[in-house]
């Protein structure tokens, strides 16, 4: 749960859905400037881990 924190002071946004920490079967995971994710007007779904 720290990657999102440690992103975020670096100035990046990250969106994962699935993560082997979790149990997932796979990691699943995108990282874009915070700029961008204002461009796309992203929102970390409700999902998110």
């Known amino acids: 749960m ?3 924190y440690t992103f975020e002071m670096q100035g990046a946004v990250l969106d994962r859905t699935k993560t082997l920490g979790c149990g997932d ?3 699943n995971f995108h990282l874009m400037s915070r ?3 204002e461009e ?3 929102v970390p779904g409700p999902d998110a881990k």
């Open 25 to 27: 079967d796979e990691c």
């Open 35 to 37: 700029e961008r994710a």
């Open 2 to 4: 720290m990657d999102y």
């Open 40 to 42: 796309l007007g992203f």
